[in-house]
C-alpha cells in the first residue's frame, strides 16, 4: 500500500508538471508545417538568417497559447543562434506609457551588453540610444527581437514608440523583429497612417482548438510514461484505466461542456491540473468522477450562488417573470410581476400573500443582486415604472431552486423543463410544493 501511495504521489507530480510545461503541451501541436509554431519560426529564423527586418501580430482570445508558442519558438532560436539573438519584452499594461516603453527598451539593451544605464536619460536620448544599437547590432549581424504583448495599448496616443521603432527598421544598417500580441483582431487597424505604413502587415491567428484537439491534448498528458522510475505495472494500470476513461462517452460529454463555455488552452489545462488533483492516492488511479469534480470545480456559476440566498418571496418574483417572458410578453414591470403574483395567490390561496410594500423591498434586493435589471433608462420614473428583465435562465432558475434550503420542492424538475415552454399554475405547485395549498386548486 505505501508503494503504491508512493508511486500515485510521483505520478501525480509529473501530470502536474507536465500541465505546467507549456514546451511539452505544444510540442503536440509543433510537428506540423502548417501550425503557428512553424510559421512563426520560419519568419523569425529568415529575418535572422537573412539580415532582414520583419514585424509580425499574434492575433488570438486569450488562453489560446500565443504566448506560450512565442516562447517556445524564442526558445529554440536562442539554442540555435545563442550569439545572433537578442530579445527585448515589453507588456501594453506595463510600458503603454512612450517615455515608460522606450525607457525600458534601453535599459534591457544595458542589460544585454552590459552597458551603464541612465535613468534619468530623456525620451529622444533613449530613442537615439535604442537607433544607434540597432545599427550596432545589425553592423554585428546581430538581431534584436521585440516582442510588444498587449500590442493594442501601445496603438493609444501619439504612437510614439511604435512610430520610433517601425521607423529605425527602415534604415538598411538595422536588423530588428517585431512582434505584437493582442487578443483584438483589428489590432493593425489601431495604427496611425504613418505606423502602418511601416508595418509588414504579416498576421498569425490563434484559434481556440476543437473538441477533438482537447481529447488528444488530455492523451498526451494523461498517459504515463513507460521509461519513467514508476513501477511498471504500476503504469499499464494507470494507462489502460486513462484509455479507458478518455474512450467513455460520459468523459466526452464533459469536455464538450467545458469546451462549451470556454475551448481555450488555459481552460482545459486548469480543468486537467484540478481533475489530476482529485485523485485517490490510496488507489493510485483517477476515475471518470475525478473529472466530472474538477468540471464543477471550473464551472463558476455566480448566478447559482445568490440564487441559494434568496428569500421565498424573491423567488416567487423571479418566477412570475419568468412566467411573463413564457407569455411573450416584452415588456413589463414591477406592477406587471404584481398583477401575475396575485393571479397565483388568487388560483391557490397560497400562505406566502405578502403586502406590496414588503414585494417592492424583495424586488430591491433582486435589484441590488444584480438577477433582475432595469430595461430601460428611465431615471425619472419610480421603480415600479420602470421596465425590468430578468438575468437568468430557465435551467439557472430550476438549479436555484433545487439548491435552495429555505424553498421546499417536490418534483422541480419536471416543472423546470415545464418552464421552459409554458409556466402554468401547476407548475407553480411543483415547485413551491406545501406552500400551495391543493384544496384550493381551480
Not at 38 to 63: D, H, M, Q, Y
Not at 182 to 203: M, T
Not at 393 to 418: D, F, W, Y
Request: hydrophobic share 40%; with cysteine.
Amino acid at each position: 500500500m505505501r508503494l503504491k501511495k508512493a508511486a500515485a504521489e510521483e505520478a501525480v507530480v509529473l501530470l502536474r508538471t507536465r500541465i505546467c510545461n507549456p514546451n511539452f503541451i505544444f510540442s503536440l501541436f509543433n510537428d506540423s508545417s502548417d501550425s503557428n509554431y512553424s510559421k512563426l519560426k520560419f519568419i523569425v529564423s529568415s529575418s535572422v538568417t537573412e539580415a532582414c527586418n520583419n514585424s509580425i501580430l499574434l492575433l488570438g482570445p486569450r488562453g489560446c497559447g500565443k504566448i506560450a508558442v512565442l516562447d517556445l519558438v524564442l526558445e529554440d532560436l536562442l539554442k540555435e543562434y545563442p550569439e545572433m539573438i537578442s530579445v527585448i519584452k515589453l507588456n501594453g499594461l506595463l510600458h503603454c506609457d512612450d517615455n515608460c516603453a522606450i525607457k525600458e527598451i534601453a535599459r534591457q539593451l544595458c542589460i544585454e551588453h552590459e552597458l551603464m544605464f541612465s535613468k534619468m536619460a530623456s525620451f529622444d536620448d533613449n530613442s537615439q540610444f535604442m537607433i544607434d544599437m540597432l545599427r550596432e547590432c545589425g553592423l554585428a549581424h546581430k538581431t534584436v527581437i521585440f516582442v510588444l504583448d498587449e500590442f493594442d495599448l501601445f496603438a493609444q496616443g501619439k504612437q510614439r514608440l511604435l512610430y520610433s521603432l517601425l521607423d529605425a527598421m527602415q534604415s538598411v544598417s538595422s536588423q530588428a523583429v517585431v512582434i505584437g500580441v493582442s487578443c483584438r483582431l483589428d489590432a493593425d487597424q489601431l495604427l496611425e497612417k504613418r505606423v502602418r505604413s511601416r508595418f509588414s502587415h504579416r498576421k498569425l491567428l490563434f484559434l481556440p482548438p476543437q473538441k477533438e484537439d482537447l481529447q488528444r491534448l488530455a492523451k498526451h498528458i494523461l498517459l504515463l510514461p513507460t521509461d519513467s522510475s514508476l513501477p511498471p505495472d504500476y503504469v499499464s494500470e494507470f494507462n489502460s484505466r486513462i484509455s479507458n476513461i478518455l474512450a467513455d462517452k460520459r468523459l466526452i460529454e464533459v469536455i464538450d461542456k467545458l469546451s462549451d463555455s470556454d475551448s481555450t488552452f488555459s481552460n482545459f489545462l486548469r480543468f486537467l491540473f484540478s481533475a489530476v488533483s482529485y485523485i485517490d492516492l490510496k488507489t493510485g488511479l483517477m476515475t471518470l468522477d475525478n473529472f466530472k469534480s474538477a468540471l464543477s470545480t471550473i464551472h463558476r456559476q455566480p448566478k447559482l450562488d445568490c440564487l441559494k440566498d434568496c428569500s421565498i418571496l424573491e423567488l416567487y418574483i423571479m418566477v412570475c417573470m419568468k412566467r411573463l417572458e413564457v407569455k411573450e410578453q416584452e415588456s413589463y414591470n414591477f406592477n406587471s410581476v404584481m398583477k401575475e403574483y396575485k393571479t397565483i395567490h388568487d388560483s391557490f390561496q397560497t400562505s406566502d400573500n405578502y403586502s406590496r410594500s414588503v414585494c417592492l423591498r424583495a424586488f430591491g434586493h433582486l435589484l441590488e443582486r444584480q438577477l433582475i435589471e432595469f430595461a430601460d433608462r428611465g431615471h425619472n420614473q419610480s421603480i415600479e415604472f420602470r421596465s425590468v428583465k430578468l438575468l437568468i435562465a430557465p435551467s439557472e432558475l430550476h438549479q436555484g431552486l433545487k439548491s435552495n434550503r429555505s424553498c421546499p420542492i417536490s418534483s422541480v424538475a419536471m416543472a423546470t423543463r415545464t418552464m421552459e415552454h409554458l409556466v402554468s399554475i401547476s407548475n407553480l405547485y411543483d415547485i413551491f410544493g406545501p406552500r400551495l395549498s391543493p384544496c384550493h386548486e381551480s
